[in-house]
Nanobody
Framework: QVRLVESGGGLVQAGGSLRLSCVGSGSIFRIYDMGWYRQAPGKQRELVATISSDGITSHLDSVKGRFTISRDNAKKLVYLQMNSLKPEDTGVYYC??????????????WGQGTQVTVSS
């Protein structure tokens, strides 16, 4: 059984910061790409940032310069540092990872989501 668990969401004023964390647990042999998605009310889920296993990153244009994705491979963690938050960053943030299990089965996994609310 593989699990991804996010933490760090909350309510913050515009201009503030939050740091999201996501940890993998269970029968994990290897983790390839990890990423953060978000879904605002009434909108489709969108990709915010990704990071490869060797640290290559990509960020959504609207968050470049404000958000930074990073990871700790030994601890099976991925982070999203969010600075200069705007009300339009509000949504549920989901962690995603491309994982090979100890049974050598490769699948895409999702966390349960963490709410980020930015007030104006």
């Amino acid at each position: 059984q593989v699990r991804l668990v996010e933490s760090g969401g909350g309510l913050v004023q515009a201009g503030g910061s939050l740091r999201l964390s996501c940890v993998g647990s269970g029968s994990i042999f290897r983790i390839y790409d990890m990423g953060w998605y978000r879904q605002a009310p009434g909108k489709q889920r969108e990709l915010v940032a990704t990071i490869s296993s060797d640290g290559i990153t990509s960020h959504l244009d609207s968050v470049k310069g404000r958000f930074t994705i990073s990871r700790d491979n030994a601890k099976k963690l991925v982070y999203l540092q969010m600075n200069s938050l705007k009300p339009e960053d509000t949504g549920v943030y989901y962690c995603n990872a491309d994982i090979v299990t100890n049974q050598f089965v490769r699948n895409d996994y999702w966390g349960q989501g963490t709410q980020v609310t930015v007030s104006s």
